[in-house]
């Protein structure tokens, strides 16, 4: 039970309650579990989003009509909540983690493929005409060998963008997918009523990213921007 506060007897945990459902929960294992399964859908989703999103920003910046055509409807779409193609994601896969990396994936595809078109778009023409001059040739060794890594700072910006709004759309889907998840936890707990298994959710969702934001994505980009020398 928590303490009521504002003359509504809206519901929040205390502190000791909080620490109490994190001990619990790491002590049965429950929390552990559902970590564990909301990582590995994260990081399922999220490969996939950066590999098709990268794929689509290439094309946008390579192809005129490609990018005046589609690159309109991504525009469109990444305006769409994620979680607004959960109905087609429940008719197509059912209720189970394809549904959930389905939603992720949705989430974090159209930020990536707009910070890797503005990133190639945006290197110099004779940049390009100079790697093509020196033997790089066009295609796929253009685009490894020099328009990829130019796009690196573009790139990584997009990649942080696209892990937060993964996070998002991972939680709002397992809000009602079957199994084990952070998201499976949230909804038990409001079921329950259970305020401080929510907040000990919450907190742990925000720990995990501020920790994978700033240890491993704004270290990257750190490392990125000092080798192409943006800022001193």
Known sequence: MGFRIFQWGW?????????QAFYDGFVNGHLLSAIGASLRRLLISFAISIGIGTLLGYLFARYRYFDETFGFVVVALQTVPSIAWLPFAIIWFGLNDTSVIF?????????MSMASRTGIMNISPIHLRAAQML??????????QVQ???AFPHWITGIRVAWAF????????????KGVGL??????????????????VVIIIAVIGTISDHFCFKQLEDRIVLRFQLKK
């Open 183 to 200: 998201g499976q936890m949230l909804q038990d707990g409001r079921g329950l009523g259970d305020t401080a298994t929510i907040l000990c």
């Open 11 to 19: 519901k929040f945990p205390s502190p000791l309650q909080t620490f």
């Open 135 to 144: 033997g790089t040739g066009s295609g796929y060794r253009l685009f490894f």
């Open 103 to 111: 939603i992720t994936t949705i989430g974090a595809t159209w930020t």
């Open 148 to 150: 990829l890594p130019a």
């Open 166 to 177: 993964a996070w998002r759309a991972l939680v709002a889907g397992e809000l009602i997918a």
